[in-house]
């Protein structure tokens, strides 16, 4: 309960910043760069020494793209039945699948599980999450967007060269070479700068707008990535006997509000903007209810 009163704290702090006219507009963007490129890597490097490849770790690689399935599964029939538009459903298939499993992930994961919680988070991350966003987030931009200027390749480059994932292959290359004292201790100063940076971007960040017409689409997206898909991981899971610490981390990964850089390229190519941003931004402002309530049924059930 402290960790997430101190993460309201934070939350709450970005909110009052944006208020503030000391503080500019491009605040959380480099509040967000900084985490992205320093403290996130810091993160991995620290805790990849520390991943087991074991076979309990299978879960972690495999669950988010199972989650894909689902997700679009669901969006598909919501479409169809709905009877949404182009836009809208392409929006849907490209946020509503891709969870934001690092930046929001890593923040919470060591709030309701510790550290202990971080190396199944980076398999999740690293193995699913990231493949998917450059994969499949590719495929849904050329199939959906209309006229912009989407260069795909660059997605893909982005993804392969973004500093998280960098910050693996250089943890796994000096896997088994002790880092020297200082630089575990300069690793351990900047990831420990990780949860303030990211909630407080967040809180600055955080502004719902919602119209009528996006209510439908907006409302039915969030249930299926913030309820019914890390549900049914869990229904999965227990079914299969999974009650561990890395099958929790994953189910937990599972019920991760959409990724912000899948809404910032779902407005840039013109799919629904105002539903894009709405999404991204609600489900952002909805997990804070939504992965403490999921936290509570994982450890109800971890038996």
Known sequence: MEKFL??????????????????????????????????????ILLKVPQISFTPDMILPATLPWTMLLLSVAMVWCGSRLLHWEKPVTGVLLLIVPIGNTAFMGVPMIKTFFGDQGIPPLIIYDQLGTMPIFAIYGSAVLALYSSGAKIKIMKIVERAVLFPPTLALIAGLVF??????????????????????????????????????????????????????APLIALLACRLLGLHDLTANVAIFEAGMPPMVTAGALAMAAGLAPELAAATVSLGM?????????????????SF
């Open 6 to 43: 101190l993460i309201s704290f934070f939350v709450g702090t970005g909110v009052l910043f944006r208020r503030l006219p000391a503080f500019p507009k491009e605040t959380a963007q480099a509040l967000n760069m900084f985490a992205l490129y320093v403290a996130l890597p810091a993160v």
């Open 285 to 301: 402002l909805l997990s804070f209810l939504s992965l403490p309530a999921l936290y509570w049924i994982i450890d109800s059930t």
């Open 175 to 228: 896997r088994s070479t002790p880092y020297p004292n200082f630089v575990m201790n300069s690793l351990e100063a900047l990831s420990e700068m990780l949860i303030p940076l990211v909630m407080t971007a967040i809180g600055f960040q955080l502004k719902v707008r919602l119209s009528p017409r996006i209510l439908h689409p907006l409302l039915y997206g969030l249930t299926v990535k913030l309820a019914a």
